[in-house]
T-cell receptor, first 113, second 115 residues
């Protein structure tokens, strides 16, 4: 079993829809959680960072963490064609002086105008 | 804004050539990383460094080496390029501190094709 599971998609939605992207994980030691957006042939860019269970909102994006269920989500409201990209979840732990971050495989999202 | 710069965006090299991928970050970050990204496999960590002249193997170090002579610069070296090293290579850095100091910042990527 992988430490982090993420459905690769692709996921196609109409413009204006609410998008839900999810990851599950098995390592209860993870301390912080991130979501990245990656456009084609570009590097990933950070969207959201959180370290506690609950919701964190930033504009049209909401990150949700449920540590008891080992489940994180990213919601995109009023989705736009410019949101078409691959979304990667990432989970990290700092241990023994090292930073260890594990990434999901990424979900490819297409928002249809 | 944090800037991680990878000097080469697109490279084509021949099998057996020695390849250098250079990366510079401008935020005085302690940690630097090299990943490769392949379809269906996601991001895989090759090497990382938590200080100048320090390096640690990641999950797939075979066929690669790294150099970190200055804090801001982290180089990935393919000693003898092979076709199975054709991939997108991503450099990243993080300040490795409290709060959002754990955030990893990526460069734009270097697309390497080995023929």
């Amino acid at each position: 079993q992988k430490e982090v599971e993420q459905d690769p998609g692709p996921l196609s939605v109409p413009e204006g829809a609410i998008v839900s992207l999810n990851c599950t994980y098995s390592n209860s030691a993870f301390q912080y959680f991130m979501w990245y957006r990656q456009y084609s042939r570009k590097g990933p860019e950070l969207l959201m960072y959180t370290y506690s269970s609950g919701n964190k909102e930033d504009g049209r994006f909401t990150a949700q963490v449920d540590k008891s269920s080992k489940y994180i989500s990213l919601f995109i409201r009023d989705s736009q064609p410019s949101d078409s990209a691959t979304y990667l979840c990432a989970m990290g732990v700092n241990s023994g002086g090292y930073q260890k971050v594990t990434f999901g495989i990424g979900t490819k999202l297409q928002v249809i105008p | 804004d944090v800037k991680v710069t990878q000097s080469s965006r697109y490279l084509v090299k021949r099998t057996g050539e020695k390849v250098f991928l250079e990366c510079v970050q401008d935020m005085d970050h302690e940690n630097m990383f090299w990943y490769r990204q392949d379809p269906g496999l996601g991001l895989r960590l090759i090497y990382f460094s938590y200080d100048v002249k320090m390096k640690e193997k990641g999950d797939i170090p075979e066929g690669y080496s790294v150099s970190r002579e200055k804090k801001e610069r982290f180089s990935l070296i393919l000693e003898s390029a092979s076709t199975n090293q054709t991939s997108m290579y991503l450099c990243a850095s993080s300040p490795f501190g409290g709060g959002t100091g754990n955030t990893i910042y990526f460069g734009e990527g270097s697309w390497l094709t080995v023929v």
